[in-house]
């Protein structure tokens, strides 16, 4: 019975608009419960474990979703390659951790937009950026790129794909090529939704990492300037969604696509949760929704907002 009212829930909330922010109620994923004419995108982190642990059943979550629900692409937000990252284009792992994971029928030619992670970094990060020569549906132009998009329902995107691992460890001044790049990048856009991309969270409630100083220092400021609506990362293994009270960004960690860490939960947590899973986003002209979902395709969260909260 309860079920049942949720799923009316969920079709009257589709068809008004009206949400309800940070519902934990659990249900099984189906196509209603995204507007028929979004853009839609998924984003997984750190997963590159050639198949081990949870990545092959998120995987298979992954594809059973987008057969109800196919993304336009596949955000990844770093750690693709475990433990040393990847030594060429030729590494075995592409095959191993990659291309035979995410093969199933409805996600096997979905392009992916990946970050670098720190474990990336430990092999050859130029061979993650060449390999987009080899296979064109990994699309890794540089270390950090933008992507602009005008979707066919109206909405337009700019996502800026940030190389977070020397943001975080090396001084203001050695990354000031990338905060300009990134500065202007926002500037110039005219886009009505603003996203940021990288490996490391700005804001994170997981005792293993938590939060990123240097990134809350240079960062947030930015993504609050230029009227980014939401920052998306992995890092820590686990789904969280993190809202600093007054911040007009949201902060969505997805670093559950393999192996999981203990979660917590601290005073900026809507959500946080040690389940394997993905987000789907689903982006019309005047809302955002995010959908937290586990390797059972079950959506353990769901998340609106307008363009501005």
């Given at each position: 019975?309860?079920?049942?009212?949720?799923?009316?829930?969920?079709?009257?909330?589709?068809?008004?608009?009206?949400?309800?922010?940070?519902?934990?109620?659990?249900?099984?994923?189906?196509?209603?419960?995204?507007?028929k004419?979004?853009?839609?995108?998924?984003?997984?982190?750190?997963?590159?474990?050639?198949?081990?642990?949870?990545?092959?059943?998120?995987?298979?979550?992954?594809?059973?979703?987008?057969?109800?629900?196919?993304?336009?692409?596949?955000?990844?937000?770093?750690?693709?390659?475990?433990?040393f990252?990847?030594?060429?284009?030729?590494?075995?792992l592409?095959?191993?951790?990659?291309?035979?994971?995410y093969?199933?029928a409805?996600?096997?030619?979905?392009?992916?937009?990946?970050v670098?992670?720190?474990?990336?970094?430990?092999?050859?990060?130029?061979?993650?950026?060449?390999?987009?020569?080899?296979?064109?549906?990994?699309?890794?132009?540089?270390?950090?790129?933008?992507?602009?998009?005008?979707?066919?329902?109206?909405?337009?995107?700019?996502?800026?794909?940030?190389?977070?691992?020397?943001?975080?460890?090396?001084?203001?001044?050695?990354?000031?090529?990338?905060?300009?790049?990134?500065?202007?990048v926002?500037?110039?856009?005219?886009?009505?939704?603003?996203?940021?991309?990288?490996?490391?969270?700005?804001?994170?409630?997981?005792?293993?990492?938590?939060?990123?100083?240097?990134?809350?220092?240079?960062?947030?400021?930015?993504l609050?300037?230029?009227?980014?609506?939401?920052?998306?990362?992995?890092?820590?293994?686990?789904?969280?969604?993190?809202?600093?009270?007054?911040?007009?960004?949201?902060?969505?960690?997805?670093?559950?696509?393999s192996?999981?860490?203990?979660?917590?939960?601290?005073?900026?947590?809507?959500?946080?949760?040690?389940?394997?899973?993905?987000a789907?986003?689903?982006?019309t002209?005047?809302?955002?929704?995010?959908?937290?979902?586990?390797?059972?395709?079950?959506?353990i969260?769901?998340?609106?907002?307008?363009?501005?909260?």
């Amino acid at each position: 019975m309860m079920k049942y009212l949720f799923f009316l829930l969920v079709c009257f909330q589709v068809a008004t608009g009206f949400a309800l922010p940070g519902d934990t109620t659990q249900m099984p994923f189906n196509a209603t419960f995204v507007p028929k004419d979004a853009f839609v995108f998924y984003v997984i982190g750190d997963w590159g474990r050639k198949g081990k642990g949870n990545q092959k059943p998120v995987a298979e979550a992954m594809n059973k979703c987008a057969a109800m629900v196919a993304p336009e692409f596949i955000m990844s937000t770093g750690d693709n390659f475990y433990t040393f990252g990847v030594k060429s284009t030729k590494d075995k792992l592409w095959k191993k951790s990659y291309e035979d994971i995410y093969n199933g029928a409805n996600i096997s030619k979905t392009p992916w937009y990946p970050v670098l992670g720190n474990h990336d970094h430990y092999g050859k990060q130029q061979a993650e950026i060449d390999y987009m020569k080899v296979n064109p549906r990994w699309h890794m132009p540089a270390d950090h790129y933008a992507e602009t998009i005008n979707a066919k329902n109206g909405a337009t995107m700019t996502f800026v794909f940030t190389n977070s691992e020397p943001l975080v460890h090396l001084s203001a001044e050695a990354n000031k090529p990338q905060w300009t790049w990134m500065d202007s990048v926002l500037k110039q856009s005219a886009s009505t939704w603003k996203f940021a991309v990288g490996h490391h969270p700005v804001y994170s409630s997981n005792p293993m990492h938590g939060d990123s100083p240097p990134l809350q220092e240079q960062l947030k400021p930015m993504l609050e300037k230029y009227g980014v609506q939401a920052y998306f990362c992995g890092h820590d293994h686990d789904l969280q969604h993190q809202q600093p009270k007054g911040s007009p960004v949201d902060y969505f960690v997805s670093g559950a696509g393999s192996e999981l860490r203990p979660s917590a939960a601290y005073e900026h947590t809507l959500f946080a949760k040690s389940k394997a899973g993905f987000a789907l986003v689903a982006i019309t002209k005047e809302k955002m929704l995010v959908l937290f979902i586990d390797k059972e395709g079950d959506v353990i969260y769901r998340y609106e907002r307008g363009v501005r909260l």
